[in-house]
């Protein structure tokens, strides 16, 4: 229509390949969601005005999910055959666990609406049955905790306070069973009740529930 109703459409187009074909437009057809997909995460992950840091992994990896889904599209063979070329350039930089930032991963897992919980649900939703997936999760794990005994041993003197707790509660269970006080000695059992599953901050973090994804008024600053 548009070669019927522009003159110069058809001029400019015909100084190289020509004003599309049909076959032209199912193709920009069938990419158009595709690049919208793109166009929305980009926009995510660039924006300003609040942060981003652990939107990175969502959308990074909502991609790829798209990309899967697109290549089990028997009913468009233009977006297939797109998938298939576009999963070939995911895995260069998603498909070696050596070549991945384990940073997006982190940022992910510190926001309490996700946590690990879905961190390991997109990993296996990703990878399906394939043992990167496993891999990756413990790899995750490890250098999490890594990272916890780090900034636990610099900023809070972890074993130094262990020590001096453990030396008090000697001291105060002496002196509880000297007087037979009761109060004092259910407070002392209560406290190693507590101590007995042996959980740091970020296991018990990890454990509880996430905050609700539908919060608008959550923000992971606060």
Known sequence: MLELEDEKYVAELGKSEGVP??????????????????????LKVSATRYVTGNLYLREIFGVGLMIQKLGMNKADPNQKEMAIRMKVKF?????????????????????????MKY?????????????????????INLVLEKMFKHYEDKFFG?????????????????EAAETYDLDSLIDI??????????QSEL????????VPRSDPKFDILL
């Open 21 to 42: 074909t049909e076959i032209d437009w199912d193709y920009a057809k069938a990419y158009t969601p595709i690049l919208k997909f793109f166009y929305d995460a980009t």
């Open 91 to 115: 895995d260069k930089y998603w498909g070696d666990m050596d070549n991945m930032n384990f940073v997006i991963f982190l940022a992910c897992v510190i926001d309490p609406r996700y946590k």
């Open 119 to 139: 961190v390991s649900w997109l990993i296996r939703e990703s990878y399906g049955g394939d043992s990167i997936a496993g891999a990756l999760i413990v790899k």
């Open 158 to 174: 972890s074993s130094v306070k262990t020590s001096q707790a453990e030396e008090a509660n000697v001291h105060t269970v002496e």
């Open 189 to 198: 059992h209560e406290e190693s009740e507590d101590n007995t599953d042996g």
């Open 203 to 210: 296991e018990s973090y990890l454990a509880d529930a996430c």
